[in-house]
């Protein structure tokens, strides 16, 4: 069965590029930020391109917060790439302090390297279980950022009834930070999978499958 995947259309940039590269990889998607879609889809990306504080801002405006909280309640997949993961932290530093949906501990904060932003293509490391990653453990990804978040969230969460999150980590300069995180049906990228070719489109393919 073809699964149905809920690109969120909230005012962000570069979401033509995603929704096609998950067409590619055989997802069923629509553009939208419809409440009854965006709940019921098998899975939800949440891109995001700019400053942390107006991504809140874009996402507030069509109750994206909520809906994101309800899929995950209910168990249902959501994927954040870039600062649409970012934003699944608690807070971040950029611009001053501002406040994340708190889904994951710990602050976005800006990368300590000669040459910001972070640009281009870079190895990841990558834990030993994960799925997201399955078969592209060596590959290098696309990144274009300033901020990341620089602290484990599995290190700061309680243990529970669920599987640790997974964290996959990347380097810049003097940072070490968050590459991307799977835990159980919410999962981010800080890196852009639909720009990162072959491996990417294998990323996404491993996605759907959780789906």
């Not at 419809?34 to 990306?45: N, P, S």
């Not at 990653?133 to 243990?159: C, I, L």
């Not at 003097?174 to 639909?194: C, Y």
Request: glycine share 10%; charged share 20%.
């Amino acid at each position: 069965m073809t699964p149905r995947v809920v690109v969120l259309d909230y005012g962000s940039g570069n979401v033509r590029s995603a929704c096609r590269a998950l067409e590619k990889v055989g997802a069923d998607v629509t553009l939208t930020a419809d409440r009854d879609q965006v709940l019921e889809a098998d899975g939800l990306l949440v891109p995001g391109v700019g400053a942390f504080a107006a991504v809140m801002d874009l996402l507030r405006a069509v109750d994206a917060p909520r809906l994101i909280d309800r899929r995950l309640s209910g168990g249902r997949a959501v994927l954040g790439v870039c600062v649409g993961e970012q934003i699944l932290f608690e807070s971040s530093t950029e611009k001053g302090a501002c406040e994340g949906l708190g889904q994951w501990p710990g602050a976005v904060e800006r990368l300590d390297a000669p040459v910001v932003p972070h640009m281009g293509w870079s190895e990841v490391e990558v834990p030993v279980g994960s799925r997201l990653f399955d078969g592209v453990e060596d590959q290098r990804f696309y990144f274009v950022h300033s901020y990341a978040a620089m602290t484990d969230p599995a290190d700061s969460m309680a243990e529970g009834p669920t599987a640790r999150p997974l964290t996959t980590w990347a380097r810049h300069g003097n940072s070490r930070f968050v590459a991307a995180m799977e835990n159980g049906p919410l999962s981010g990228t800080q890196f852009h999978p639909e720009k990162s070719g072959e491996a990417g489109l294998a990323l996404l393919a491993n996605w759907l499958r959780t789906l």
